[in-house]
């Protein structure tokens, strides 16, 4: 079988195991021991997790992707993102269909241009477990019973999952040594770290800069001093907002690529008003050591205006005894219609506007029978529309590959690079939701029953045979399979006159 050959009834869908899926980023967290006897903010009270690295571009606009693609009321993205040199995210399309991605080069750098009631949105959205939907209470918003914190008092919630953390816990992360039990002066002792770039090194201004253009480096281990706890870049590039107020201001601490070495102290404090964002002031989250995906006291609203979706439930239900068909051993959302023309026209202009290396539009898409969209050439780029009429039905004419690619995209947040690349369309065995590399290329024959699985951790995916089998017959009420996707066992036939 040719599995290129056209499908016009495949949906993607987002995946959630009983409402509680991790997040990639809880293992990037290290452990903080209580301990010593606090600093002037005071002491912590027990044990929490730390973010090891300062958020980064990439990070925050996957953060924008979810929650600020049709419109961004709560300013989460600053155009100084976008122009400044110390900026590192861009912003395509306009209200309705943003999209954003890191610069090229910057998507491991600390984000900045944050303000302190962005910084707290994101933890709100951490601890909702990163939710694809629009800004508001369940993704960026709480209040006095749901979410981290309530963003009209600006407090922390008793249960956050996820939160910015106060200056107390910033430095027990930075400075305390369990191994001596107390805090140093310094992340890594009691002596100044080199002004530089490296592992024993620290970035602050020291009459020169300390990292060649654009200056801020890398918030990954290799570029920056390790503190005694695990966590890496506290010392130097961007400071970091916290949680603390000083009169109408917030604390931010760990100095900057800007800043003298005497920033880089313990003792050192930094404020800035809530509502501006600086081109050197970054963050972190904090969370407890296990964190869960709470439940709503008061419903969501809908996940995601362009995709809607529908939960199926009833974990481990029985076999369709006729088939052998259906059962499922989790909970998870599939969409609950077809992916339209609209939808994919999006997917790409995100990813083929300067090139379709992997054939993602086909031609009979524009010239087909029942295709449904439009290929514009443009200054040497392309733009995709749907055609007049036809922007909600089904699309056509797109292979299995195709979709995974789509889902990989969908996985990664809906980036705009105009490319497919690793990011994008493409992944491996441990990024993305497929493995594209053992894809074959675009035509080629492919043996259906050889089809590559899903990557542990895929948030969006083809559906199974059983998963789509049970979302399409199974009654979970009455614990049986009808006949017919439509709750019948008895076929609807439409008369002419419903026509």
Known sequence: MNIFAYSAFIALFYLTFNGSESSAKASQMVVIRDGGDGSSCGRVSGDFAMAKSETTNTEYAEFLNAVAALDDPYRLFSPMMETHFWGGILREGERGGFRYAPKPGYADLPVTF???????????WMHYGEPLKPAGLGATEGDDSNGAYDTAKWVRNKGAQYWLPNCAEWRQAAFFDPAQNKLRRYVTGNELPPAGVGPSSANYFNGHWAAPFPHLISAREAYTARSASGTVGQAGNALE??????????????????????AVRSEYVDTEYPDVTISSIGFRVASRISPLVPEFVKSPDAPFKQYEFVRVGDTGNPD??????????YDFDIGKYELSNQEYAEFL????????????????MQTGVVGGLEKISEDGKARYRSKPGWETRPVTYVSWFDLARMANWLHYGRP????????????????????????????ASFDSSRLPTRNLGAKFFIPSDDEWYKAAYYNAEHRRYFKYPTKSDIPRIRRRSEC
């Open 114 to 124: 944050v303000s302190w009631y962005s910084t707290v949105r994101y933890a709100n």
């Open 241 to 262: 907002w916290v949680e603390d107020p000083i009169g109408g201001q917030r604390i931010a601490l760990g100095g900057s690529l800007l800043l003298p070495a005497t």
């Open 416 to 443: 705009a690079t105009g490319r497919q690349e690793l990011g994008t369309t493409e992944g491996d065995e441990k990024t993305g939701a497929y493995d594209t590399r053992v894809f074959p290329a675009p035509m």
């Open 349 to 364: 202009n995100a990813v083929a506007r300067e090139g379709d290396t992997f054939g993602l539009f086909n031609a009979d």
């Open 320 to 329: 369709d005894p006729r088939t052998g068909r259906g059962r499922v051993e």
